[in-house]
């Protein structure tokens, strides 16, 4: 048996002994932290414009040319021959006008819901160009492939429904073991509202794909790119996108549904 020096610990066996490794650390870091402002500031606006709504009507009654309407959504809805007459503001003007008092409370519901945390990490600036984006390229798809009249914010909501699925693929890395569980929440609200809600009679189904696209697309060059920098523990995150990307994909947002409105106008 080979004896060895107690003095001399580089032969001792338990010296080589494979020691446990210690658990992995959660890597914090500290979000983008700004109250929602324009989300809270856009839900007010759209109820107070329902308000309107529902006035007009108790002061002024019904019009006569479109019985089953207000007098805000005569002027601001989604009326295809008064769009190629000119008005073109009615491709904005239909996110703040509502239906009924179920249609604009589901609406709302949704905003708060997605509008919270996109805001906090789109910042207010770049949220709000989302919402308008998304409520335009909403009612320009409606206008070429619907008939009738809409009026409703769900457009700009499936921009931001969009904007969120953009942001979780290009975040992905970051975002780790959570990107799959939330992608897949994504899609499913998608797939459920286009497929289900959208084939219900009265759905303007054309708004909520031409809001998707239009959120879709500006995201893929405005969507925030998180970068995480500093050192433990005050970690924080960056965002690498660039001004002129954001300002690159609102232009190009712009442009195709600009020129598909020319295109619907004189068709």
């Known amino acids: 048996m080979n004896q060895y020096p107690a003095s001399d610990p580089s032969n001792d066996p338990g010296q080589f002994d494979p020691q446990p490794v210690p658990p992995a650390q959660p890597v914090r870091v500290n979000l983008p932290d700004a109250a929602p402002y324009v989300t809270y500031s856009i839900i007010g606006v759209t109820v107070f414009v329902y308000l309107l709504q529902i006035g007009s009507v108790a002061v002024l009654g019904r019009p006569s040319v479109y019985s089953n309407i207000d007098w805000l959504e005569l002027f601001g809805a989604r009326i295809n021959e008064f769009i190629r007459a000119g008005q073109l503001w009615r491709l904005l003007t239909p996110a703040l006008l509502h239906g009924s008092i179920p249609h604009i409370a589901f609406n709302m519901y949704a905003l708060y819901v997605f509008g919270i ?101 500006f995201a893929w060059f405005a969507s925030p790119l998180w970068a995480i920098e500093g050192i433990q523990p005050m970690l924080h995150l960056v965002d690498r996108r660039s001004s002129r990307e954001v300002i690159v994909g609102a232009a190009v947002v712009l442009f195709v549904f600009g020129g598909l409105t020319m295109w619907g106008m004189i068709r």
């Open 117 to 217: 945390g996109l805001e906090r990490y789109f910042g207010r600036g770049r949220f709000l160009l989302l919402y308008v984006l998304g409520a335009f390229t909403g009612n320009v798809t409606s206008f070429l492939f619907s008939d009738g009249y809409s009026v409703g914010a769900s457009t700009a909501i499936f921009g931001l429904i969009g904007a969120e699925a953009v942001f979780l693929f290009q975040n992905r890395k970051l975002l780790a073991g959570r990107f799959r569980s939330a992608i897949g929440n994504v899609i499913f609200i998608i797939v459920i509202n286009l497929f289900l809600v959208g084939s219900l009679p009265g759905i303007d189904n054309w708004g909520h794909v031409g809001g998707l696209l239009g959120g879709l697309m």
